[in-house]
C-alpha cells in the first residue's frame, strides 16, 4: 500500500509538472503568435499579387492557432469545448484544408480529392471539424512523405469524401473519411490507436492527432474508426444524420 501511495503522488507530482510546463509553453506560444499577426497584417498591405493570394490564408491560420491556445487548457486539464453547431458547407471546410496544407497547387507531390459534393451540408462546429479534417491529413501527408513511399510511380494520394447515410431515416447517419494511399499504420501503434502519446504511428510522433480527431467526433455524439485501404489508411467518422442535409 506505501509503495502504490509512493507511485500516486510520483505521478501527480509529475502531472503537476507537466502541466506547469505546458502553461508556460502556451504563455510564449501566445506571444509568438500574435506577433507574427501582426507582421502578417502588414505583409497583406503589399501589392504582390501572390502576396495577396497567400496573405488570407495566413492569417486565417494564425487566427486559429491563437484560439487554439486560448483554450487549450481548462482548469488545469486539456479539454474540448462543447460542439458550437452550425450547418456548414463541408466542401468549402475541405477545400480551406487542402489550401491550408498546400496541397491544392500543381507543384505538390501528393494528389488532394476533394470527394465532397459542391454544397454538402453538415450540422457541426466549424472549427471543431476544420481542426479534425487538419489534424487527419496532416497524419496522411507525412505517411505519404515517408521513406517507405520512395519509389518511382509510386501513387501519393489523399482523399476526403462522404458516403450515403445509413440505416433508416430516424437513425441514418454520414460516414466521412480521409483516406490515403501511404504505407498503412503500424501494429504497435493500433494496439494503442487514439490514445495520445502511446498512438503515435511514426518515430518522434506524439499520436495526438488522431487523440484530438476521436474527442471531436465523440463530442459530436459519433464515432471514429480505423480501417485499411490496401494499400493506405482510410479513417471514418460516422456523424448523426438527424441535423445534417446533403
Keep these: 500500500m506505501q509503495k502504490r501511495l509512493a507511485d500516486t503522488l510520483r505521478e501527480q507530482r509529475h502531472l503537476a509538472d507537466l502541466g506547469l510546463a505546458v502553461s508556460k509553453i502556451n504563455h510564449d506560444l501566445r506571444n509568438i503568435l500574435a506577433s507574427a499577426q501582426m507582421i502578417s497584417d502588414r505583409l497583406s498591405t503589399l501589392p504582390d499579387p501572390r502576396v495577396q493570394r497567400i496573405a488570407p490564408m495566413l492569417l486565417k491560420s494564425l487566427d486559429r492557432a491563437l484560439h487554439y491556445t486560448q483554450s487549450v487548457l481548462a482548469y488545469g486539464r486539456a479539454v474540448e469545448a462543447k460542439p458550437n453547431r452550425r450547418q456548414v458547407d ?11 496544407l498546400s496541397l491544392g497547387n500543381e507543384e505538390a507531390e ?6 465532397v459534393p459542391p454544397g454538402f451540408e453538415l450540422s457541426v462546429d466549424p472549427e471543431q471539424i476544420h481542426r479534425l479534417l487538419t489534424n487527419l491529413c496532416r497524419n496522411a501527408v507525412q505517411a505519404l512523405q515517408s521513406d517507405e513511399m520512395e519509389g518511382v510511380g509510386i501513387v501519393r494520394r489523399l482523399t476526403i469524401g462522404v458516403e450515403p447515410r445509413k440505416g433508416d431515416a430516424a437513425s441514418g447517419e454520414v460516414l466521412i473519411y ?3 494511399t501511404g504505407p498503412g499504420l503500424p501494429t504497435k501503434a493500433r494496439e494503442n490507436l487514439f490514445q495520445a502519446f502511446r498512438g503515435s504511428a511514426r518515430s518522434g510522433g506524439t499520436g495526438l492527432g488522431l487523440a484530438i480527431a ?3 467526433v465523440e463530442a459530436h455524439g459519433g464515432r471514429i474508426e480505423l480501417e485499411d485501404a490496401m494499400p493506405g489508411l482510410k479513417v471514418t467518422m460516422v456523424f448523426p444524420a438527424s441535423r445534417s442535409a446533403a
Excluded: H, K, S, W
Design 90 to 100: 463541408l466542401n468549402q471546410i475541405v477545400c480551406d484544408v487542402r489550401d491550408l
Design 110 to 115: 501528393i494528389e488532394f480529392v476533394n470527394g
Design 178 to 180: 480521409v483516406e490515403d
Design 214 to 216: 476521436a474527442e471531436i
